[in-house]
């Protein structure tokens, strides 16, 4: 499987990661001391976003896959409570940006990922364009 970079080349897309919660996930979320979180220590971007590398997709059903996001260090987990989203950003024409909440599936404590599953909306007779976020993501 072909690596998707965090930048635009070809058919890769960029995936941007931002916490969208108002509340302090200490309250539901705790990890061991010392342990790195890619929302807390991670690089972020000008927009104090987080870019992300797909590593793993995994076809689950016809309309459905599964995305595996590398994080910036083996050691670190995500850092989102359970049930926590982020926002999820793709380039589109003419500078503008996509963006769609995810919640992501992975366990909390998973060092290292972070994972997604998707249902992908194709296009249809009764929804011409389809979903454009998940037909984007799916092309990773």
């Known amino acids: 499987m072909v690596e998707s970079k965090l930048i635009i080349i070809a058919k890769h897309l960029p995936i ?40 793993q997709k995994i076809e689950i059903t016809h309309d459905t896959v599964h995305l595996s996001f590398k994080l910036h260090e083996a050691d670190m987990v995500a850092g989102l409570f359970v049930g926590g989203c982020v926002r999820v950003f793709v380039p589109e024409e003419g500078g503008k940006w996509l963006a769609r ?40």
């Open 16 to 55: 941007k990661m931002v916490e969208t919660s108002q509340v302090d996930s200490s309250e539901f979320f705790v990890v061991p001391e010392g342990t790195r979180t890619a929302l807390s220590d991670a690089p972020k971007n000008e927009n104090n976003q987080i870019e992300l590398i797909l590593d």
């Open 101 to 140: 909440a995810y919640t992501p599936v992975s366990n909390l404590t998973k060092l290292g990922f972070v994972d997604f599953v998707i249902k992908v909306y194709r296009k249809s007779e009764e929804f011409p364009e389809g979903g454009k976020m998940s037909q984007r993501l799916d092309a990773l």
